[in-house]
Every structure is written in C-alpha cells, then in structure tokens.
C-alpha cells in the first residue's frame, strides 16, 4: 500500500523534481519545473470497524492484495466527501454486508512507515447474517480463542483485536492511541 514518488506534474504534465521549495519549506517536494506547481504528499486516512456480536468479532477474509486470504476487520481508504464515521461504515457495508449500528471510536493508529493513521470504531451488529462482496471470500464471527492471530493480514487489525478483547475482559471500552512500527 506504499505509495510511489510522484512522477508527473498533476497541473501540465511536465516531470517533476524533488527538491526543496523555495519559499521557506524545509523537507523536499515534487516540484514541476515547467508550471511551478508544488505537490504534497501527506498521509492517508484508513477507516473501519470493530463489529462484535455478543463475544464474538466479525472478521473478513480478503478477496484481494495484499495479504490474499488473510483475515482483517473491515476497513478501507477513506474517501473525499464522507466522515471517518461513514467511511467505516461504508466499508464494513461493501466488504462484509453486515447489518450494525455505529459506536464510537476505538484505536487510532499512526504507521508513519506507509504514511497511514488508521481509525477503528466498534460497531454493533444486529444480524449474524452476512452478504460480503467481491473483496471478501468469507466474512464470520470468531471468540477471543477463535482468532487466527497468525493469519490477520495486518499489525494494526493484530493490535486493535488485542485492545478490543482486553477492554472487553474489563467491561469499559477507551481509545487507544497507538503507534505502529
Ligand atoms: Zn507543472
């Protein structure tokens, strides 16, 4: 999920450099030498759900790359012109057509390393019927003991799990700030 550098000016087409600005910025930019035009790249937010079921979770198994076949939570870029909350939701919709109920927010994640914060909400579901889509090959309910800890597709759905069930055993839900490797 790394990006690649910028190659081209998104204005006129011409390649671009990276150097530093001119105007007082301190870290290299894609600049167009032709148009002027400064590109920058910041991070990238990913949006998904925790959706519990009594003391079980709702995981996906993914239908696509990365991490084919792996287990994840239901999470995904977030799009222009939605909330973190509604990318969530969105998400947890395509990738495991559950039925659920927004809570609030879980685990907020900084994996500087990719450029990413990942944000988690818990979501209530109110079915244990599910209708995934094509990015899902199955989509099922697993305990705490049923987790396939060796087969989650990603550290931030591996950490997230973990708070979830600790806080679960406590019986009082917060929000974890966590910075991943
Ligand atoms: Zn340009």
């Given at each position: 999920?790394?990006?690649?550098?910028?190659?081209?000016?998104?204005?006129?087409?011409?390649?671009?450099?990276?150097?530093?600005?001119?105007?007082?910025?301190?870290?290299?930019?894609?600049?167009?030498?032709?148009?002027?035009?400064?590109?920058?790249?910041?991070?990238?937010?990913?949006?998904?759900?925790?959706?519990?079921?009594g003391?079980?979770?709702?995981?996906?198994?993914?239908?696509?790359?990365?991490r084919?076949?792996?287990?994840?939570?239901p999470?995904?870029?977030?799009?222009?012109?939605?909330?973190?909350?509604?990318?969530?939701?969105?998400?947890?919709?395509?990738?495991?057509?559950?039925?659920?109920?927004?809570e609030?927010?879980?685990?907020?994640?900084?994996?500087?390393?990719?450029?990413?914060?990942?944000?988690?909400?818990?979501?209530?579901?109110?079915?244990?019927q599910?209708?995934?889509g094509?990015?899902?090959?199955?989509?099922?309910?697993?305990?705490?003991a049923?987790?396939?800890?060796?087969?989650?597709?990603?550290?931030?759905?591996k950490?997230?799990?973990?708070?979830?069930?600790?806080?679960?055993?406590?019986?009082?839900?917060?929000?974890?700030v966590?910075?991943?490797?």
């Amino acid at each position: 999920m790394y990006r690649s550098p910028i190659k081209h000016c998104r204005n006129c087409g011409a390649a671009v450099a990276y150097r530093v600005p001119d105007d007082g910025d301190t870290r290299e930019r894609a600049v167009c030498p032709a148009c002027g035009t400064i590109h920058y790249e910041n991070p990238l937010n990913v949006v998904g759900t925790v959706p519990h079921w009594g003391d079980k979770v709702l995981l996906c198994k993914r239908n696509i790359e990365p991490r084919w076949g792996k287990w994840t939570l239901p999470a995904g870029f977030m799009e222009l012109n939605e909330t973190t909350a509604q990318g969530a939701a969105r998400e947890t919709d395509e990738e495991a057509g559950a039925q659920f109920e927004m809570e609030d927010l879980f685990s907020v994640m900084n994996v500087e390393r990719v450029g990413q914060v990942h944000l988690y909400y818990r979501a209530r579901l109110l079915s244990e019927q599910f209708h995934p889509g094509h990015e899902t090959i199955e989509a099922r309910l697993f305990t705490e003991a049923e987790i396939p800890w060796d087969d989650l597709a990603f550290r931030t759905v591996k950490e997230t799990l973990a708070c979830y069930f600790s806080d679960r055993r406590q019986g009082a839900y917060g929000i974890h700030v966590i910075d991943v490797a």
